[in-house]
């Protein structure tokens, strides 16, 4: 398969702009990440990724100009005509949103708005959606099956029946409905090796030193693993921290994830502090502190760059 760069904006949009799905073992979903650039040099005009749960299967930006597939089974699996409904999709859905919300991105000096589409399926249930947001304005979600939408902040403004009426019988929508589930279901089947598999975590707890501006620290990095679902938290003398963490969930180059859990000491003795981790792929919990305990120890992460903008953007250089 070919190489290219991949911005990983995506992964981080949703989970902001959705739970995934894959952390419940009766859920399963196909869902589409978008990021719409106005004025992030470092993005394309529109870059989207294709999730089946918490696995990245391909990905497409107005640059690149196809969908490129990121796991050589459903490369394989699915038809040239396939591919080429998904890049329409893409490209119409990237028409229908910088139509609608460009005037929003000027008016409120937006840099870049994030969009969601796809289903999920549970044992009787299926959803169908298409949702869009900018950070600090509003969104609006959109159900296929209900043919409704709802908004929030100024989005609001789009939630009116002629602009619903367009947006509805748009073809790509359409496609979207009528297709997404068979896609998913044929997906499942061709990936359900990828899926089922599980990855150890290795686990580190690294001292950070006091600067000027902030105090001494802790960080527990916890890699590589999957599934995404994980289990992970600070003990202080053996009980379970309830607030002060900061915690970042990054996606590795390799189709693993990556977190970090963050902790002030605030004049108190590093010992006290355990980091305690539970998965999938554990027989048991681990427990690891500064000097030690259980666990692996800390994994490299690869020869992908990541360039992190959370809270903004976040994006990771990958190939295949």
Not at 119 to 142: P, R, W, Y
Not at 212 to 226: K, Q
Request: aromatic share 8%.
């Amino acid at each position: 398969m070919q190489s290219y760069t991949v911005p990983a904006t995506l992964l981080f949009a949703a989970f902001s702009l959705c739970s995934v799905s894959g952390d419940h073992a009766d859920s399963h979903s196909l869902k589409y990440f978008g990021t719409y650039s106005l004025s992030v040099p470092e993005l394309p005009a529109f870059a989207r990724v294709g999730m089946l749960d918490d696995l990245q299967i391909d990905y497409f930006d107005s640059s690149l100009k196809e969908v490129v597939p990121r796991q050589q089974w459903i490369a394989n699996g699915f038809t040239a005509e396939y591919w080429t409904r998904q890049k329409e999709i893409a490209d119409t859905i990237h028409m229908i949103v910088s139509e609608q919300l460009r005037i929003f991105g000027s008016v409120f000096d937006i840099s870049y708005f994030q969009g969601l589409w796809g289903c999920t399926q549970s044992e009787n249930t299926i959803h169908l959606f298409v949702k869009f947001a900018i950070q600090d304005v509003g969104e609006i979600d959109c159900d296929l099956v209900t043919v409704n939408c709802s908004a929030t902040g100024i989005l609001i403004l789009l939630n009116n029946a002629q602009d619903l009426q367009t947006f509805f019988n748009n073809a790509a929508v359409q496609a979207v409905k009528s297709s997404c589930i068979p896609d998913l279901q044929k997906a499942l089947r061709l990936g359900d090796a990828a899926l089922e598999r599980r990855v150890v975590p290795g686990v580190t707890v690294l001292k950070r030193e006091p600067t000027a501006d902030r105090g001494e620290g802790l960080r527990c990095v916890i890699t590589p693993f999957y599934p995404r679902a994980i289990n992970a938290t600070w003990l202080r003398n053996g009980q379970a921290v309830s607030n002060g963490i900061n915690e970042i969930l990054l996606p590795n180059h390799d189709d693993t994830y990556r977190m970090e859990l963050l902790i002030e000491l605030q004049g108190q003795d590093p010992k006290m502090y355990s980091c305690q981790v539970q998965h999938s792929s554990l027989s048991e919990t681990l427990t690891m502190t500064l000097r030690g305990g259980v666990g692996g120890q800390h994994k490299a992460f690869g020869a992908s760059s990541i360039l992190v903008l959370m809270a903004t953007l976040v994006m990771i250089v990958g190939t295949l």
